[in-house]
């Protein structure tokens, strides 16, 4: 008998249960075309639930195709995309969300101007009384978000202020927990450290890793291998839309992680090249033969 839930945005889901520690979110030799230009191609991913999967790749490697085809903004053309083991093809990113996958982008949809609770519930507004009378529960709002942050390890002192006068990394691991919040199962982040400074960075980091210790199955988007590694359990690397590597950490190291994702294999070719060109040191760069073919394993215990 099937048993038939709500979602958080009022949508009637059928219930799926996954198979046991199998992967919540899973591509399957995926891709997406535009007429005749390809912009991704063959590229298989495994999102499971308490663990980073780092998606690298330098700009117009296929990066925000690949978020677009997992958040439901556009549709894969070959291969499969799976949620739950299951079969989708999401026509929008409402699917997407109510199937407990939520995006948060570079500019997080929020409005600078509003106070912090009120993003926090931007297009999701509670209310209280009868209709035609119904107003805003402003008092659970506030609440709520400042439970949720809470839960988070986000203390705010004023959920009154703008959020456009709180810090970049503030704002973003506010929208992280609003995405928690209304049930995501699956976080993809995209860029979230692109225009951080140090500091702020590391404050983004440790709310990711907080989302996985929590349960959530986090897909990190992101062309910085260092901070790509202090969270990261599964790294997979873009380049040109194809799948260059896929590795687990315990069988990558940050450096060679640093070569594939600066090119270190187009480098290596031109290596003898290189070692004539005054000022170029080539002793740190790795050999051909090290990072011509892709690294390919499977999260531990899994299928």
Known sequence: MTDNTTGTHGAVLQDSAPAPDGPLVELRGAGKSYGNIRALHGV?????AGRVTCVLGDNGAGKSTLIKIISGLHQHTEGEFLVDAQPVRFTTPREALDRGIATVYQDLATV????????F???SELT???WPLRRLDIARMKETADQELRHMGIVLDDLEQPIGTLSGGQRQCVAIARAVHFGARVLILDEPTAALGVKQSGV??????AA????LGVIFITHNPHHAYMV?????VLRLGTLELSAERSGIGLEELTNHMAGGAELAALKHE???VRGVDVEELPEEGDLSAPVATSPEGTP
Not at 204 to 209: G, W
Not at 212 to 215: F, I, N, S, W
Not at 232 to 236: A, E, V
């Open 44 to 48: 298989d991913l495994k999102v499971h």
């Open 112 to 119: 600078p101007l509003m106070p912090v609770w009120r993003n």
């Open 121 to 123: 519930f931007l297009g």
């Open 128 to 130: 209280k009384g009868p």
């Open 204 to 209: 983004v980091l440790k709310y990711i890793a």
């Open 212 to 215: 996985r210790d929590r349960g």
């Open 232 to 236: 990261g359990d599964h790294f997979s």
């Open 274 to 276: 290189l070692a004539q």
